[in-house]
């Protein structure tokens, strides 16, 4: 098999899941779907495949993400839709290369400072930024440093009041804000 060919890893038990992979050889997986499996925890494991560039872990009752995420430096797609995050998982600002990103459906209440750290994405176009029916009340006013590059942001179901959303709408003109 050539080197980072494309290989889908989808099982109902992830265990199961992570051995196929490593057999398929580490190297060679771009894609892992969890999608609505119900694991609850997320094995720090997943790091290990070096060149992941999708990782869909929606609908699984996660309530964090492990810290070695962050070493997914090839991820370009994450979903965590549909999951039990109440803090915005600070690792996923440390992906260089993070593209996508759904965090909606999750009970995320603030979004932190160092989102500004997501400037490295400038360049690749994160264009679409989804926390729709979290427990948001406000946003860092760092976010208005994506609106170059961000042409969707989405807040629907947020507890954000409507003078927050002005002031995004008004710092944001670029940037088509869904509430």
């Known amino acids: ?25 580490i190297e060679n997986v771009i894609k892992i779907s969890y999608h609505g499996r119900k694991m609850g925890t997320l094995s720090p494991d997943i790091a290990r495949f070096t060149y992941l560039a999708t990782l869909d872990v929606s609908y699984n009752d996660l309530a964090d993400l492990p810290e070695d995420l962050s070493a997914l430096h090839y991820l370009q797609g994450f979903y965590a839709r549909g999951n039990k995050l109440t803090v915005f998982p600070e690792q996923i600002l440390l992906l260089p290369l993070l593209a996508r990103l759904d965090l909606s459906e999750n009970q995320i209440t603030e979004i932190p400072h160092e989102i500004i750290k997501m400037d490295q994405l400038v360049s690749l176009n994160l264009e679409k930024l989804d926390l ?25 179901g947020s507890q954000i009041f409507a003078d927050k959303i002005t002031w995004l709408e008004e710092s944001m003109p670029s940037t088509q804000i869904r509430y």
Do not use: F, W
Request: proline share 4%; aromatic share 0%.
């Open 1 to 25: 098999m050539s080197p980072r060919a494309r290989i889908r890893v989808r099982d109902s038990k992830p265990d199961r899941a992570i051995l196929d992979a490593e057999e398929a050889g």
């Open 132 to 156: 729709s029916n979290n427990q948001l009340t406000s946003l860092s006013g760092e976010i208005i440093s994506l609106s170059g590059n961000l042409k969707e942001l989405s807040i629907n």
